[in-house]
């Protein structure tokens, strides 16, 4: 069992920054990818972005590309992902995610154990 809990949502102006923090425990050890994952209101779970346990290899979709930045600290369990440049169609809730598979880190249907999520709020 692994467990995720986001925290760092809220609202932001457009233009402005937020930075998610995905804490997690338990057989942290098993996951090979940690990703990113959000959902509009009316809209599908979408992959955001992902890196491997290592952090060697980050992984984006092409809307967030040179605007967040996904990271990790091994030491705290800890996966980040830093949103710059947001804008209003960023709004959703965010989720942070475990794939112990290493497939392919952009299916949601690949995770294994997912946080609660995270609002995040982007006004215009």
């Known amino acids: 069992q692994v467990q995720l809990v986001e925290s760092g949502g809220g609202l932001a102006e457009a233009g402005g920054s937020l930075r998610l923090s995905c804490a997690a425990s338990?057989?942290?050890?098993?996951?090979?990818?940690m990703g990113w994952f959000r959902q509009a209101p009316g809209k599908e779970r979408e992959f955001v972005a992902a890196i491997t346990w290592s952090g060697r290899r980050t992984y984006y979709a092409d809307f967030v590309k040179g605007r967040f930045t996904i990271s990790r600290d091994n030491a705290k369990n800890t996966v980040y992902l830093q949103m710059n440049s947001m804008k209003p169609e960023d709004t959703a809730v965010y989720y942070c995610?475990?794939?112990?598979?290493?497939?392919?880190?952009?299916?949601?249907?690949?995770?294994?154990?997912w946080g609660q999520g995270t609002q995040v709020t982007v006004s215009s």
């Open positions: 338990g057989r942290t050890f098993s996951s090979y990818f």
């Open positions: 995610a475990t794939d112990s598979s290493g497939r392919d880190p952009t299916r949601s249907d690949e995770y294994d154990y």
